[in-house]
């Protein structure tokens, strides 16, 4: 059974710092990854999704990468700024499932102070 | 700009009422979700459709039904709500395949 793992599940940063949030999974069988931005009390943004096949997807200071081998998806944000303060979900569609059964992780909380 | 609009931000309804949450997308996707999301449980399917009165059930089906009569719309129905139906709510829709996913920004439900 697939499950997706986001460690750690908050961190606190000062504004400026680059820093790497981390995704794994458990089966490798993937189709893609999505990162998603939600605020509190908000839906879910799409920030990038990283087909199987790509190794990793850039969008203004976000950058993720992923290695379907190992398991592991992280998403780097540089020069972060309030702003950015989040909760930042991973998610994997599984093989053979049509793109309907997406697991999603439980989300690492960031909080960038100024 | 892609666009999934959920009807209601907040609601408050009491036991045993029958509450409908709407969404809508203006994207043409042919797949759409409802989801709920609570504290230390994460995101959970409810329901998905793939095309106009289909439908299939997600994890947690029991206590709701959905209906999708046009291919923009697809509402998540509480035959009678409870209490333990307080929740996020959140609906989204996908192209068909393995596509990104887009999300309303979600009704808060709260069942007295």
């Known amino acids: 059974k697939q499950e997706v793992t986001q460690i750690p599940a908050a961190l606190s940063v000062p504004e400026g710092e680059n820093l790497v949030l981390n995704c794994s999974f458990t089966?490798?069988?993937?189709?893609?990854l999505q990162w998603f931005r939600q605020d509190p009390g908000k839906g879910l943004t799409s920030l990038l999704l990283?087909?199987?096949?790509?190794r990793e997807q850039t969008s203004g200071r976000l950058n993720a990468s992923l290695d379907k081998s190992s398991g592991r998806s992280t998403l780097y944000i540089a020069a972060s700024q309030p702003g950015d303060s989040a909760t930042y979900l991973c998610?994997?569609?599984?093989?053979?499932?049509?793109?309907?059964?997406?697991?999603f992780g439980a989300g690492t909380r960031l909080f960038v102070k100024a | 700009d892609v666009k999934v609009t959920q009807s209601s931000r907040y609601l408050v309804k009491r036991t045993g009422e029958k509450v409908f949450l709407e969404c809508v997308q203006d994207?043409?996707?042919?797949?759409m979700f409802w989801y709920r999301q609570d504290p230390g449980l994460g995101l959970r399917l409810i329901y998905f459709s793939y095309d106009v009165k289909m439908k299939e059930k997600g994890d947690i089906p029991e206590g709701y039904s959905v209906s999708r009569e046009k291919k923009e719309r697809f509402s998540l129905i509480l035959e009678s709500a409870s209490t333990n139906q307080t929740s996020m709510y959140l609906c989204?829709?996908?192209?068909?395949?393995?596509?990104?996913?887009?999300f309303g920004q979600g009704t808060r439900l709260t069942v007295v």
């Open positions: 998610a994997v569609y599984p093989l053979g499932t049509g793109g309907f059964k997406t697991i």
């Open positions: 089966d490798s069988a993937i189709y893609n």
């Open positions: 994207m043409d996707h042919e797949n």
């Open positions: 990283i087909q199987s096949s790509q």
């Open positions: 989204a829709s996908r192209a068909t395949g393995y596509t990104e996913a887009f």
